[in-house]
């Protein structure tokens, strides 16, 4: 493919937000160029700066993801297409102030796939599985229009923190008492 289709296509796809991307995902929008010559169009699109190859199988587009606020996020959804993902964990509490650590360039997420870590150029995504249905984690997840994924509830988030057996000793249960108490009085 030419180098300007390539620009072309990810300019479109930016307009809509999109600028992390998996192979897959990028083969899906070529879908009658050879294999061989896709993958050294990637090749030139990471060596001109247009694509960055953030670890195995994802890349973003350097001049539109740049602009992103949740960059780990972005990624993380594209490593796990097809499967239910949300922030929880040390991330979520972190986010609560519920354990005082703030987890810099570190997202921590829970995913009906696989559990994987993985290191990129704006952090490290760490997955992990979890056993429980779509349907029982609808209710405790909390969406946010700006944000690419979900975020756990409070509750969630510590109920998988203690389910997955990881440290408790760092949230201060005095925080997340008063944060369900005071989510219970605004019903």
Same mark, same amino acid.
Request: proline share 3%; with cysteine; aromatic share 8%.
């Given at each position: 493919?030419?180098?300007?289709?390539?620009?072309?296509?990810?300019?479109?796809?930016?307009?809509?937000?999109?600028?992390?991307?998996?192979?897959?995902?990028?083969?899906?929008?070529?879908?009658?160029?050879?294999?061989?010559?896709?993958?050294?169009?990637?090749?030139?699109?990471?060596?001109? =700066?247009?694509? %960055?190859?953030?670890?195995?199988?994802?890349?973003?587009?350097? !001049?539109?993801? *740049?602009?992103?606020?949740?960059? +780990?996020?972005?990624?993380?959804?594209?490593?796990?297409?097809?499967?239910?993902?949300?922030?929880?964990?040390?991330?979520?509490?972190?986010?609560?102030?519920?354990?005082?650590?703030?987890?810099?360039?570190?997202?921590?997420?829970?995913?009906?796939?696989?559990?994987?870590?993985?290191?990129?150029?704006?952090?490290?995504?760490?997955?992990?599985?979890?056993?429980? =249905?779509?349907? %029982?984690?609808?209710?405790?997840?909390?969406?946010?229009?700006? !944000?690419?994924? *979900?975020?756990?509830?409070?509750? +969630?988030?510590?109920?998988?923190?203690?389910?997955?057996?990881?440290?408790?000793?760092?949230?201060?249960?005095?925080?997340?008492?008063?944060?369900?108490?005071?989510?219970?009085?605004?019903?």
């Amino acid at each position: 493919m030419k180098h300007h289709l390539l620009s072309q296509r990810l300019d479109l796809l930016s307009e809509h937000g999109i600028a992390a991307f998996s192979t897959k995902m990028l083969r899906s929008y070529f879908p009658d160029e050879p294999e061989v010559s896709f993958k050294k169009s990637l090749g030139r699109g990471v060596k001109s =700066g247009m694509l %960055e190859r953030v670890c195995r199988g994802a890349y973003v587009y350097s !001049r539109e993801f *740049r602009r992103q606020i949740h960059k +780990l996020e972005s990624i993380a959804v594209v490593l796990r297409a097809g499967e239910f993902s949300y922030i929880s964990l040390e991330s979520a509490l972190s986010e609560y102030s519920v354990i005082s650590q703030m987890l810099l360039n570190h997202l921590t997420v829970m995913t009906t796939g696989r559990s994987q870590t993985f290191k990129t150029p704006y952090g490290t995504i760490e997955f992990t599985h979890t056993n429980r =249905g779509e349907t %029982e984690i609808l209710d405790k997840v909390i969406k946010q229009p700006e !944000r690419p994924l *979900r975020i756990a509830s409070p509750e +969630l988030a510590l109920s998988d923190l203690r389910r997955v057996k990881r440290n408790t000793q760092m949230v201060d249960m005095d925080v997340y008492e008063e944060i369900i108490s005071e989510k219970n009085n605004t019903f």
